[in-house]
């Protein structure tokens, strides 16, 4: 059994409360838009698919006990909460798009006069719930696709590891707390213990919120996964030394050319990557690719509180007075990047605009 970041039935939300893992298993009660607002800008849920689905479902509860006089005032609720909610953070553009989709839906069901204002909040709640299944089976997708790749990498590289089972280094957590279930890079990494070819996974402590110590640590420790916790500077150290077959790690917001917004750290991993000649794949659903702006330098970059860089919880580390640049995301450029892993293939970043316009022309 994984963990479950969120648990939902109609009219119920509630979510793991990140900020407190690993020490404490404790569910919030996510009541409506407010709450939702909260849980994502304090970081209780992150990770950018669980972000979307905990404030579109947030929503979900808000609405569905309420009576509306029209449909127009059913879709002025939808799109102005949701716009609200994309505002929580700012990087990961899972929720801009899940948002636009969602008021995209309320604007044509508004148009149709063939559906009563029940139906139109009965179909809203419907597509909002889809949510929860879609990002498992695209995560199931992404982890046996990324699996593949690398060990077709490796076995067409020669490697030391040619026919696996393979090493593999991740950063961050893109795992079943990321998201709705068996996450993205660490569903690849899933995948490929599935298939007996995985023989180490290290994750890096990913400071300073340390969600490769606190939470990717603790699903993998919870998998009963063969792992090791590295600090964020001894990643060229272990490739030096540990034969690492591929780099995976997850996405915020992929640009139209493939520079990717990850949490930050990413970037340095992949120019290490390079150096030593490890293919670093980037593993992301389809919402969290951009295809409307064409670089990352259009990606906007959470700053957070200089106080997750000089705590450790209630413990101050930094000297007092020391100023602080607290970046959340850095944009790994294109060029370090050997794929990018989604549900419907792995692609070559200078491929993918046209690769997913294809795809979402079908
Ligand atoms: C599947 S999660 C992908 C990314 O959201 C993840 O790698 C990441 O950067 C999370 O950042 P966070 O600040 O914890 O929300």
Known sequence: MSLQSIKYKRGSLEILDQLLLPVVSKYVTVRGVEDGWKVINKMQVRGAPAIAIVGCLSLAVEIHPEVFESKKSLRQEIE???????????????MKISADEL??????????????VDDMKQKFLNATEAMLDKDISDNRAIGANGAKAILQHVAETGGAQAAGPVRVLTHCNTGSLATAGYGTALGVVRHLSELGKLEHVYCTETRPYNQGARLTAYELVHEKLPATLVLDSMVAALFRVKNV??????????????DTANKIGTYQIAVVAKHHGVPFYVAAP??????????GDHIIIEVRPDREMTHVGEHRIAAPGINCW?????????????????????????????????????
């Open 80 to 94: 102005g909460k949701l716009n609200y909610l994309v505002s929580a953070r700012p990087t990961a553009v899972n």
């Open 103 to 116: 008021i995209t839906l309320a604007n044509d069901l508004t148009k149709d006069d063939a559906i009563s």
């Open 245 to 258: 077959a591929a780099v995976v790690v997850g996405a915020d917001r992929v640009a139209a050319n493939g």
């Open 286 to 295: 389809l919402t969290s690719i951009d295809l409307q702006i064409p670089s």
């Open 326 to 362: 607290n970046p959340a995301f850095d944009v790994t450029p294109a060029t370090l990047i050997t794929g990018i892993i989604t549900e419907h293939g792995v692609f070559e970043p200078s491929k993918l605009k046209d690769e997913i316009t294809k795809l979402l022309q079908l």
